[in-house]
């Protein structure tokens, strides 16, 4: 009787092993986290290390094993714990040797469109708040709005008013004339456009995962 319920009960649930292979570090598997622990906490180590640098130096890890035996598993662990305040590349280890370039551009465009956790945002908008609101911190200006959006910079999409008002694109522009004597005396008048800015990438952190199979 137990067992025939028991078999009735999972013929409505979907088969946990019928995904058996992690693809991205974005998507989420059942993780067992006794697995793999030491190296996930030398991976730990290691972004603590690069994000306290006081000189700000390049540095990378190098997770090595066989097809299969885990390491985009242990990505997607990594990701899952700190997405949620740092932003993720993953490129592909690219097959055609002649449009690596490209490859990576658009791996970093399908990355950049991945959702923020718990958002209904993307790692793209969340770059573009984030580094908004370090302008706005650096040069001491932003008011409410700082104040509003300092813990959480995604909020500034709400706070500027609904997508496709006038109320926004007012809100908008207001922020660009602040912004912009700030820039300019900072960075120069030729490294500012009024109609695109692109901004400092090392106001946001972000973790860039290249996998390899060697």
């Not at 066989?66 to 740092?86: F, I, S, V, W």
Request: hydrophobic fraction near 35%; charge should be neutral.
């Amino acid at each position: 009787m137990l067992n025939a319920t028991l078999r009735s009960r999972l013929n409505d649930q979907p088969n946990p092993f019928s995904s058996n292979r992690v693809d991205t570090p974005f998507q989420e598997h059942p993780d067992l986290k006794d697995v793999y622990e030491d190296e996930f906490r030398a991976l730990k180590s290691a972004l603590f290390d690069i994000k306290n640098d006081s000189n700000s130096q390049s540095n990378g890890v190098v997770v090595m094993g066989e097809p299969g035996a885990g390491k985009t598993h242990l990505m997607m662990r990594l990701a899952q714990e700190t997405l949620k305040t740092n932003r993720l590349l993953f490129i592909r280890q690219p097959n055609n040797s002649e449009s690596i370039l490209f490859h990576i551009y658009s791996r970093i465009l399908e990355s950049l469109v991945e959702p923020v956790l718990d958002s209904q945002y993307n790692q793209l908008q969340y770059l573009l708040a984030n580094s908004i609101i370090s302008f706005l911190q650096e040069a001491n200006i932003g008011g409410p709005l700082l104040d509003r959006c300092k813990d959480d910079p995604l909020q500034i999409y709400k706070a500027m008013g609904r997508a496709g008002t006038d109320v926004r694109r007012k809100n908008w522009d207001r922020l660009i004339k602040q912004i912009r004597p700030w820039w300019i005396n900072k960075y120069g008048g030729a490294a500012y456009s009024q109609q695109f800015q692109i901004p400092r990438l090392g106001h946001c952190n972000a973790l860039a995962i290249v996998p390899s199979e060697h």
